[in-house]
């Protein structure tokens, strides 16, 4: 997985177009809110064959393109765009009914579809600046003054479509600098925020029910700008109290499905630090291919199928999820769950989590030739974050094969280990190799990950120190346990590093050595570490039966050390 600064394409190289009518519409999706769901996924046949309701957090960009293909397979909002300059071109008193046409919103009623607008594009009148882009004329003098030209047009068009479009974003990707391919905003960060701060005002005026969007951001155009944005806001005095003027963070992420996660983790985080919770959705998500016969690409960037374009959409949607719930999405195979009564069972109890799919679509989402029926995507915990508990405490010490770390969680969970301490240059514990390895043993065992050596020293302090050598240590039989104790299990290959040494006393202190009779010169690291957490246990329970032997203590009936 790449990393997103080197991997996403920066947004301006993207085709800039709208969507396409026509039969393939529905695999050409450009936009979906935070969290999408089953409708996006299932066949529409499936969906309506499970009794399925659409889900409200999916949507589409302009869907009124082709409303029977949205109604098939549930689309619940669609973006459409308001351009001032197309609704006003000829002055404050022009209005041109014809650039959003009534029957568009008339078919989103019918479809139960909610409407969000995108009001954008600067009408020459309306500015000093470049058409489009211009900040408009008047924007600093008060919303009832009728010279700002801004807070007219939006008291109109927000009164004129109430009670069909209650939801408002108000402009796009502010933070594409001037002078950019793609640039839609010529004004300052401090006159987005005066812009956006009107709007606000002057459409609770109009609509009481109204709900402002901040202007979707590309991120990788300016990384800084909702930061920006929040201190600039934070410097008014009004804006704590009407929640910075806006109700909802908005994105576009587009191409690499791996910085979907990570960017709305990070815009969770800039929002936290200025005291805000707000809903994030992600407003537009694509990788638009350069084979569809209905869309021709001449100068395309980059070679992407219509397959690898629906599997983008997929992974997509799940991991835009995935940031914002515990456990946001399940897709399972029918077919393979109702042979199972374990899995049938997990199924029913996850209720409206589930997503049934075709085994082709689970295939595409899964990442073994073979998957078991169901793949879940869940958000990865916090570290842990207390001192570990428990008599025994495991260290990893670059151990870096996926199946050797996820056999090891595993080992550690069945001895009775209840804390993993991971550290530097070992395999990720959350990836799927080693949640597959480890067989369930990440829901019951604390995992303390991303340390160094300083800090898993301040971690282990107080506890015996041992770490598992090829040679040279004591026999793993001979040395005891039965005192709280820090085990290190090293790279079977390059053996102990130098932290773990150091943990460990030096050169000889505390190694523990598992003695080998036959013709191997190593052991595997997995199966050296259950060697050593099993004679552990052995050792905590014979300690456990002399105490009750000596009589009842406290502390009888602990499985956990």
Known sequence: MHRPSEHLPHPSRRPRRVLPAGAAWAARWLALCLAVLSPAIAPAASARAQGLPPDVRFGAVEA??????????????????????????????????????DEWLTLAAQANRQVVGVLKNTPPWATDGPPGCGVPRGLDLPVDDPNNLWAVFVRRVVGRYAGRVDHWI?????????????VEWCGTIEQYYQLLKVAYIAAHQANP???????????????????????????????????????????HIYFCTETVPAIIGITRQALADYGLR???????????????????????????????????LLQSFALALSAGAEIPLVLYDPDAVNRNSRARQLIDALGDVAVP?????????????????????????????????????????????????????RAAVASGVNAVIVGPDCADVYSPKVVRAGMGAHFHVDLFTDLDWPQIERLTAGRQR???????GRVYSQVYCTRPSALVISNEGAGPSLGALRLAGGQGNGKVSIPIVGAADSLNAAVAAGILLFEAARQASERRGQQQDRGPRQDRGQRRW
């Open 64 to 101: 009124f393109r082709d409303p029977v293909a949205a109604a098939e397979v549930g689309v619940s909002w669609e973006r459409i765009l308001f351009y001032w300059s197309e609704l006003q071109p000829g002055g404050p008193d022009d209005w041109n009914p014809y650039h959003v046409p």
């Open 170 to 182: 108000i402009w796009n990707e502010p933070d594409i600098a001037p002078g950019t391919y793609g």
């Open 209 to 251: 029910n109204v709900t402002i969007h901040l202007a979707c951001l590309t991120y990788h155009h300016d990384r800084t700008y909702l930061r920006r944005f929040l201190a600039v806001a934070a410097r008014d005095p009004s804006a704590a109290a009407n929640g910075y003027y806006f109700d909802v963070a908005s994105l």
């Open 278 to 312: 707000k809903p994030i959705w992600l407003n537009e998500t694509n990788a638009p291919p350069n084979s569809d016969p209905q869309w021709v690409m001449p100068a395309a960037n980059y070679q992407i199928s219509l397959e690898q374009q629906a599997a983008f």
């Open 357 to 409: 799919v075709t085994e082709r679509v689970l295939r595409s989402v899964a990442d073994t030739q073979n998957p078991q029926g169901i793949v879940g995507m869940v958000r990865v915990p916090e570290p842990a974050e207390a001192t570990p508990s428990g008599r025994l405490v495991l260290v990893l010490d670059a151990v870096q094969d996926p199946g050797n770390v996820g056999t090891i969680l």
């Open 466 to 472: 041992l770490v598992g050598a090829p040679v040279g």
